[in-house]
């Protein structure tokens, strides 16, 4: 699974200056070309990806720190854990993410995580835990990376083409003999 291309960028970026943010924000539709959605499917493991749009609203959450809210659409080929036939599935996944400078990002990390380390009932502690917010790198955010991230999590990892049904091989013959049955005849025998 390639997460980057040869230049180290993901297959689908779309970096966003945080200084072209006004205070109204950013209401913005992007789309996948034909060779960023092939790199997507190698990516994901899939047979293709047909479609891919991001609508997403970035707003400014005081001086330094943005918040993207949207979603992801997809029409995406798999293949079908039951038939192993191909089928297209829908993927609509909703995603918000708060960004802030990478050092402030790194502490919030840190601190959750020592939290975390910290806590008697770990599990419990990850799930009560808010994300702590992701990097801004050099004064950008990356759109299409943040999209590509919410694709992947909304891909079923065993999708099944619909009307699809698992039947055993070998047809029940109803209650199993016991092993001791055999016993039993042998001894009569």
């Excluded at 995406?76 to 993410?97: M, N, R, W």
């Excluded at 109803?174 to 025998?189: H, I, Q, R, V």
């Amino acid at each position: 699974m390639r997460a980057h291309d040869d230049t180290g960028r993901p297959p689908f970026s779309r970096p966003l200056a945080v200084e072209s943010v006004g205070e109204n924000g950013l209401r913005l539709v992007l789309e996948a070309s034909e060779e960023e959605r092939s790199a997507l499917a190698e990516q994901d493991g899939l047979l293709g990806i047909s479609a891919l749009t991001v609508e997403a609203e970035v707003t400014r959450r005081g001086r330094d720190r943005l918040r993207v809210k949207g979603r992801v659409r997809a029409v995406v080929a798999q293949t079908c854990v039951v038939t192993l036939e191909a089928f297209d599935s829908s993927i609509d996944e909703p995603f918000e993410v708060e960004y802030a400078p990478e050092a402030e990002a790194e502490a919030e990390y840190a601190r959750a995580m020592a939290e975390i380390e910290a806590a008697q009932d770990k599990a419990g502690a990850l799930a009560a835990q808010p994300d702590p917010p992701d990097p801004i790198v050099n004064g950008k955010i990356d759109l299409g990376a943040l999209a590509a991230e919410f694709l992947a999590l909304g891909l079923d990892p065993y999708p099944r083409k619909p009307g699809a049904e698992f039947s055993p091989l070998i047809e029940d013959a109803g209650e199993k003999p016991s092993p001791f049955a055999a016993l039993s005849k042998l001894k009569k025998d």
